[in-house]
């Protein structure tokens, strides 16, 4: 048995998100159009050693409150077995984004412990434990495209598509708390974006095809915190992005762009004109 994987784990971005209603326990029911996309932390697993560990080239993100930490022990109690193992963190996607990372990192290591022992725990107890470390861990089991309903839980594969974009975070960052309590507080009505947006895949559609009727229902929300969000929504489309918004609950925006070069040309013109935390282009995966 090889002592040591390394695994690559991806980021995603909400093609649509509708608030659809509000639980009584203050969570949010949703509907959402996710996809993962090409931009990957890098995670390694050491075997061997005693007990778990867990580091990060980002020493603030380092310790056990880590969900890469909560994830390899939550497995490893499932699995009824001691983890010997040091896990290492190296970071790219961009925290408080509204790009999964977190959760990408707890679902890669779900599926790797679980493919490196043999597969001791079964696919509806790693989706219960994937549920309960976080809304948006169980879509990173599979990645692809899905449709996320309830707080995140309730997961559709959908046909995956193809495409390119280019991916921004400004220099402020939001808390997701933060946005759903200013969504509350401003009443804002869901588009209904979701229903438009599964019909078109359901027909076929390809990405530039249903960049027009892409939505996010938080974007008013978080622009009030951050109001350069918006900003770099319109900048992106006069700079020649079919359409750009928000994923998650912020701060980061995406352009969708017609192919690579294109999506490089929008790179350049959002760089020269903002101080930007994180810029890159990515395909669609
Ligand atoms: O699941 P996660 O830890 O990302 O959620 C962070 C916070 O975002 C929750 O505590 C809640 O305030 C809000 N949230 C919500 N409805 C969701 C997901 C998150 O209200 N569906």
Known sequence: MNDEITALSPAKINLTLDIVGTRA?????????????????????????????FRCDKSELGGEE????????????????????????????????????????????????????????????????????????????????????????????????????????????????????????????????????????????TLTGIAPLLDNNLTRAATSHVPEIDSLIQEMRKAGSVNSLMTGSGSAVFGVCDDEENAQRVLEVVRGKHDLTFVDVAQLI
Request: contains cysteine; hydrophobic residues 40%; aromatic residues 6%.
């Open 25 to 53: 326990d203050g969570y949010h029911e949703l509907r959402s159009i996710v996809h993962t996309i090409g931009i990957y932390d890098t995670i390694s697993l050491r075997f061997g050693g005693e007990g778990l560990r």
């Open 66 to 205: 880590n969900l890469c930490f909560k994830a390899a022990h939550a497995w490893s109690q499932a699995a009824d077995r001691v983890l010997d193992c040091e896990i290492e963190l190296q970071k790219r996607i961009p925290v408080g984004a509204g790009l999964g990372g977190g959760s990408s990192n707890a679902a890669t290591i779900l599926n790797a412990l679980n493919a490196h022992f043999d597969e001791p725990v079964d696919g509806s107890a790693l989706l219960g434990i994937a549920t309960h470390l976080g809304a948006d861990v169980p879509l990173f089991l599979r990645g692809g495209c899905a449709l996320m309903e309830g707080i995140g839980e309730k997961l559709t594969p959908l046909r995956s598509l193809e495409g390119w974009l280019v991916v921004v975070q400004p220099l402020q960052t939001l808390s997701t708390p933060q946005v759903f309590r200013t969504h509350d507080a401003l009443k804002i009505p869901s588009s209904h974006a979701t229903d438009r947006v599964l019909k078109a895949i359901g027909n076929g559609a």
